[in-house]
């Protein structure tokens, strides 16, 4: 076996893990807490629960709320300068996605200067960061767990992957009574983040053995308990996909991506995207592209899917790749580009998929596509 890593932060996990965000901030050294959210956050009642907690312990704070979703990079470097200029010491952010990265990209450039932009790619962050405890308001993004950050940048409309070991939090907490205030939309397009992030780090081409127990389970749970959970809302099986969220993200932070969040990241980064929005039309079309470089490995994901394996691994992994559309149209999410993008901006994917060519999970996919394949797989997906 080649020698390996895997890194993840100090996890507090379970029903009203929340409650002890106090003593962890405490253990960081927390005596002036930057504290990211957002507005939706706001309104379900969760930041103030989260200030009370820090006044209980005595902890200081000040609020940083300048975020939106897919975070730009001005948010971000506004942050940087708020942090510094009250004298923060330790940085919280509660949310989904969107917040957990904006508090990544304030901590890079609090401490390392410059402009977000400086740190694309992996591994070019220098300086350690200041202390980061994420908690985690959806069952999907895994920045809590991961070593990415993503962000916009404004001026080239593309969605930024900032990889380093230096991004993983030290505290990630994990507190599935949370998902309870999340409307259907929210927790299906998290469920399905965090699938795609099981799946392409499954097939990735530096997965370990680490990593690809953490995938198959997250896949199972994640087929097992989203209708459940739209359904019922049921706490058990919001519980169940928080598990799979993390397993998911432990998988994907260590062993990185493929061309179908390359592809997210440009065409979300254009036309202001969620990523739960692009899973469901991309996912299949390209896990049907990389049969080619994967085959086995999907024949073991369609094992997990269908329950069963058919006769050959490659009708195992398209009867799973086949059944993986079927559950994507029993949810209400698009399964086409032209549900989401206007006729009139079709002509735009050719430069998208030139930008994403270049993204760096393209590095891990299993099958390297070249930028007029990739615009092959938006073209079928139209």
């Known amino acids: ?5 895997f890194a993840i932060p100090e996890i507090i996990f379970g029903r009203g893990s929340l409650d002890y965000a106090g003593q962890c901030a405490l253990r960081l050294g927390a005596k002036k807490v930057l504290l990211v959210s957002d507005s939706g956050i706001e309104k379900a009642g969760w930041v103030q629960k989260l200030m009370d907690i820090l006044k209980k312990e005595g902890i200081d704070w000040v609020y940083y709320s300048g975020v939106t979703s897919n975070p730009r990079d001005i948010e971000v470097e506004q942050g940087a300068r708020f942090y510094l200029n009250n004298g923060a010491d330790v940085i919280i952010a ?6 957990m990265d904006t508090a990544k990209g304030i ?5 390392n200067g410059g402009r977000i932009r400086d740190y694309e790619g992996a591994n070019r962050v220098s300086r350690p960061l200041p202390p980061m405890m994420l908690i985690t308001t959806t069952a999907g993004s895994g920045s809590d767990i991961s070593q990415f950050c993503i962000i916009t940048d404004v001026e080239r409309a593309v969605k930024m992957s900032i990889i380093t070991r230096t991004l993983v939090p030290n505290i990630s907490i994990v507190d599935p009574l949370i998902l309870q ?9 998290s469920a399905v983040d965090a699938l795609a992030h099981a799946i392409e780090a499954y097939t990735s081409t530096i997965a370990s053995a680490f990593t690809e127990m953490q995938s198959l389970k997250a896949i199972d749970l994640i087929i097992k ?3 459940c959970a739209v359904e019922t809302r049921s706490l058990d099986c919001l519980e169940q996909l928080s598990i799979a969220s993390v397993a998911a993200s432990m998988a994907f932070s260590n062993a ?4 179908e969040h390359a592809l997210a990241h ?3 980064g254009h036309f202001d995207m969620r990523h739960g929005v692009i899973h469901p039309i991309l996912l299949t079309a390209v896990m049907r592209f990389n049969l080619q470089g994967a085959e086995g490995k999907l024949a073991d994901i369609g094992q997990v899917i269908l329950g069963h394996k058919l006769g050959a691994a490659h009708e195992t992994a398209l009867a799973g790749i086949e059944k993986l559309d ?5 949810f209400k999410v698009s399964q086409r580009l032209r549900q989401e993008i206007g006729e009139e901006d079709k002509h735009f994917l050719k430069p998208i998929c030139q930008m994403a060519v270049n993204d760096a999970c393209v590095l891990t996919n299993p099958r390297p596509p070249s930028w007029q394949e990739l615009l092959s797989i938006c073209e079928e997906v139209w």
């Open 1 to 5: 076996m080649d020698i390996t890593k």
């Open 94 to 99: 509660i949310g989904g996605g969107s917040p």
């Open 107 to 111: 901590a890079i450039i609090a401490s």
């Open 181 to 189: 205030t999340k409307s259907e939309t929210l927790i299906i397009q």
């Open 225 to 227: 308990n989203l209708p």
């Open 256 to 259: 990185s991506l493929g061309a």
């Open 266 to 268: 440009s065409l979300g």
């Open 326 to 330: 079927e559950f994507f149209a029993t």
